[in-house]
């Protein structure tokens, strides 16, 4: 069985493509989106067990369609099941999250030791999205890097967020 796109997921695979056969530069072209096979329903719950929170239910839903995703968002991919080697991290996510455990979560109005699952953190480990869990942040989603923060109540607005990146602003900490 095929999972169908939802159409969120589809708009990012769509972005991602149009800029990798738009890129006029064959030695720097960016790169395809690299979404890959669903997980199955057993998987992600492993995943919710891993992860010690309730997955947020856009998220386990891009898990169904696929089970993570190289660059949905520049350098950033999407962890799914299979990143998490075992129930650990992969090892940027568990560095990024080391990196903003503790005093800046209390500068981002969370508590010092809130249980922080990372969902993506770009290639060179300077920005990640992190998933909180229901009801200790602003949203379910953090979204830090280069100096900037932002608070997503759901998956599917990150991916919304992808493909329009001229609404940072509708979810940017203030």
């Known amino acids: 069985m095929t999972a169908v796109l939802s159409e969120w997921v589809r708009d990012v695979v769509e972005q991602r493509m149009r800029e990798h056969l738009a890129d006029p530069d064959p030695d720097w072209m960016s790169p395809a989106p690299g979404l890959r096979p669903p997980a199955t329903p057993d998987q992600v719950a492993e995943l919710e067990r891993w992860m010690g929170q309730p997955l947020d239910p856009t998220y386990a839903e891009f898990l169904l369609q696929g089970d993570g995703m190289a660059h949905f968002d520049r350098s950033m991919p999407v962890f799914g099941w299979s990143d998490w080697a075992g129930g650990t991290p992969p090892e940027a996510g568990g560095a990024f999250?080391?990196?903003?455990?503790?005093?800046?979560?209390?500068?981002?109005?969370?508590?010092?030791?809130?249980?922080?699952?990372?969902?993506?953190v770009d290639s060179?480990?300077?920005?990640?999205?992190?998933?909180?869990?229901?009801?200790?942040?602003?949203?379910?989603?953090?979204?830090?890097?280069?100096?900037?923060l932002a608070f997503f109540p759901t998956?599917?607005?990150?991916?919304?967020?992808?493909?329009?990146?001229?609404?940072?602003?509708?979810?940017?900490a203030t």
Not at 125 to 148: E, H, K, Q, T, V
Not at 155 to 172: L, N
Request: charged residues 20%; contains cysteine.
């Open 97 to 120: 999250v080391d990196l903003v455990q503790g005093e800046f979560c209390v500068d981002c109005g969370l508590a010092p030791d809130v249980l922080l699952a990372p969902v993506s």
């Open 124 to 148: 060179d480990g300077s920005a990640g999205i992190l998933m909180i869990p229901p009801g200790a942040g602003p949203g379910r989603f953090m979204w830090f890097g280069n100096g900037d």
């Open 155 to 172: 998956f599917r607005e990150i991916f919304e967020y992808a493909v329009d990146h001229g609404r940072w602003k509708d979810y940017a």
